[in-house]
């Protein structure tokens, strides 16, 4: 394999951030660029990796008691970011290399206090991140 064709990572989570398809794909093809050999080009690749953001949601982590009568508030909360992942080893000539190929959903999060607004571009970092790591390992782990 020396070539690779990284495709743009749509955001289809009902909760939409403006910049986190572009953040998730430009830094999943650094970490291709800066930690393999493959060159990444447009259009006919020995292998393809597409998918797309499937979720981006906030819940609360842990609750928090307040005074009587009072209903409980989250106490910490968590930002959880699923990307579905399809690895197509198109230049795969044996059996072995054919099971290379995969197409699944990677999840991740990260809990945090406070207001999110201050906080979300550096966890959006962070997460992306973390599944950039799976994702890296599930694709190239094999070679």
């Given at each position: 394999?020396?070539?690779i064709?990284?495709q743009f990572?749509?955001?289809?989570?009902?909760?939409?951030?403006?910049?986190?398809s572009q953040?998730?794909?430009?830094?999943?093809?650094?970490?291709?660029?800066?930690?393999?050999?493959?060159?990444l080009v447009?259009?006919?690749?020995?292998?393809?990796m597409s998918?797309?953001?499937?979720?981006?949601?906030?819940?609360?982590?842990s609750i928090?008691?307040?005074?009587?009568?009072?209903?409980?508030?989250?106490?910490?909360n968590?930002?959880?970011?699923?990307?579905?992942v399809?690895f197509?080893?198109d230049?795969?000539?044996?059996?072995?290399d054919?099971?290379?190929?995969?197409e699944?959903s990677?999840?991740?999060f990260?809990?945090?206090?406070?207001?999110?607004s201050?906080?979300?571009?550096a966890?959006i970092q962070?997460?992306?991140k973390?599944?950039?790591?799976?994702i890296?390992?599930?694709?190239?782990?094999?070679?």
């Amino acid at each position: 394999m020396k070539t690779i064709n990284v495709q743009f990572f749509e955001n289809n989570a009902a909760l939409v951030v403006n910049n986190l398809s572009q953040t998730f794909t430009e830094a999943l093809k650094d970490r291709i660029r800066t930690q393999t050999s493959l060159s990444l080009v447009r259009g006919e690749a020995d292998a393809t990796m597409s998918g797309a953001i499937t979720g981006y949601s906030i819940a609360p982590a842990s609750i928090q008691a307040t005074a009587n009568n009072v209903a409980p508030i989250a106490d910490a909360n968590r930002l959880t970011i699923t990307v579905r992942v399809k690895f197509s080893f198109d230049a795969a000539k044996t059996p072995a290399d054919k099971k290379l190929s995969f197409e699944q959903s990677f999840t991740k999060f990260a809990d945090y206090r406070g207001d999110i607004s201050s906080q979300e571009q550096a966890l959006i970092q962070q997460i992306n991140k973390q599944l950039i790591d799976d994702i890296f390992n599930a694709a190239f782990s094999n070679w």
